[in-house]
């Protein structure tokens, strides 16, 4: 675990959130593994599913790949599990590194008991469970709309950056991701590549793309990229006088034309019609 987190303030954020959503909250660690959570009993419904060892290794597959997409889009991700509950995760970071995970779920998402019922049965028809019991345990859970899913997705990002900024978790500076992370921060714009970085850490190509893989949800020239094109954007608002070639040169780019290519690629647009949109005028 890269960070360290405070328990009892975690615990009560926890609790908190609960009060306001009557949805459960869990906090995993950058490995996917829970720290904590409220209330730490989960629901009947689940407790059933993973009675059965297909539907235990189903949950923590599930739990495991929302956690690979959430990071790799670096927002809010809301899914519906393998069993046919609805589920949201956020990815927790400090500064570009993932540190953990806030993840709520066991929400009933549907019109009605009788048609949540019938898209879990056919989620859960592989599963050795006692079908009446998973009826009464499905029928326990309270429907939840999917405005008020919504609303405590909202919640749950405010929970995530609050937990950083009042410093409830923190960084373990010698740590190996983290100084990875600050010698890409101090170096993105020069001619840096993988093989680079993992030369002077004196770690192999693989064990560097693991490690970039979980800190920031995607491999090392992704997030170099997008370091890159965030400065770019930057440069794009605030200095209006430079030119698209100095703006390209700034940030990392020594092609011109690859510049244009990848910017319009990561941004949807190309560099001046991005900079016209955010209210420089020629």
Same mark, same amino acid.
């Given at each position: 675990?890269?960070?360290?987190?405070?328990?009892?303030?975690?615990?009560?954020?926890?609790?908190?959130?609960?009060?306001?959503?009557? &949805?459960?909250?869990?906090?995993?660690?950058? #490995?996917?593994? *829970?720290?904590?959570?409220?209330?730490? @009993?989960?629901?009947?419904?689940?407790?059933?599913?993973?009675?059965?060892?297909?539907?235990?290794?189903?949950?923590?597959?599930?739990?495991?790949?929302?956690? /690979?997409?959430? %990071?790799?889009?670096?927002?809010?991700?809301?899914?519906?599990?393998?069993?046919?509950?609805? *589920?949201?995760? /956020?990815?927790?970071?400090?500064?570009? &590194?993932?540190?953990?995970?806030?993840?709520?779920?066991?929400?009933?998402?549907?019109?009605?008991?009788?048609?949540?019922? *019938? @898209?879990?049965?056919?989620?859960?028809?592989?599963?050795?469970?006692?079908?009446?019991?998973?009826?009464?345990?499905?029928?326990?859970?309270?429907? #939840?709309?999917? +405005?008020? &899913?919504?609303? %405590?997705?909202?919640?749950?990002?405010?929970?995530?950056?609050?937990?950083?900024?009042?410093?409830?978790?923190?960084?373990?500076?010698? @740590?190996?991701?983290?100084? &990875? +992370?600050?010698?890409?921060? =101090?170096?993105?714009?020069? +001619?840096? +590549? %993988?093989?680079?970085?993992?030369?002077?850490?004196?770690?192999?190509?693989?064990?560097?793309? =693991?490690?970039?893989?979980?800190?920031?949800?995607?491999?090392?020239? *992704?997030?170099?990229?997008?370091?890159?094109?965030?400065?770019?954007?930057?440069?794009? =608002?605030?200095?209006?006088?430079?030119?698209?070639?100095?703006?390209?040169?700034?940030?990392?780019?020594?092609?011109?034309?690859?510049?244009?290519?990848?910017?319009? #690629?990561?941004?949807?647009?190309?560099? #001046?019609?991005?900079?016209?949109?955010?209210?420089?005028?020629?």
């Amino acid at each position: 675990m890269i960070s360290t987190f405070d328990i009892t303030k975690l615990n009560a954020l926890l609790k908190d959130f609960y009060n306001l959503t009557e &949805i459960r909250i869990t906090v995993f660690d950058d #490995k996917f593994c *829970e720290l904590a959570a409220y209330p730490q @009993e989960i629901a009947p419904f689940c407790r059933l599913i993973r009675t059965d060892e297909a539907g235990r290794a189903g949950c923590r597959r599930c739990d495991e790949s929302a956690c /690979r997409t959430a %990071a790799k889009r670096h927002s809010l991700y809301t899914y519906r599990c393998h069993a046919g509950l609805t *589920e949201s995760i /956020r990815p927790i970071y400090m500064g570009n &590194i993932i540190i953990g995970y806030l993840f709520f779920g066991h929400v009933f998402a549907y019109p009605s008991h009788e048609s949540g019922w *019938e @898209e879990i049965q056919k989620r859960c028809g592989r599963y050795n469970i006692d079908r009446t019991a998973l009826h009464n345990a499905c029928f326990l859970l309270p429907p #939840k709309t999917e +405005d008020y &899913i919504m609303s %405590a997705s909202h919640i749950l990002e405010l929970v995530a950056a609050y937990l950083c900024l009042e410093r409830k978790a923190s960084l373990r500076r010698q @740590e190996l991701p983290v100084r &990875i +992370d600050a010698y890409i921060q =101090e170096h993105f714009a020069e +001619d840096i +590549d %993988a093989m680079q970085v993992a030369n002077v850490f004196g770690i192999g190509k693989t064990q560097l793309y =693991e490690i970039t893989k979980q800190s920031y949800g995607v491999g090392i020239a *992704e997030h170099i990229r997008r370091l890159r094109i965030g400065r770019a954007k930057r440069l794009l =608002e605030e200095s209006p006088d430079l030119t698209l070639s100095e703006i390209a040169y700034q940030c990392g780019f020594k092609d011109y034309n690859y510049f244009i290519t990848v910017f319009k #690629k990561n941004v949807g647009m190309p560099p #001046k019609a991005y900079q016209h949109k955010h209210g420089f005028r020629e």
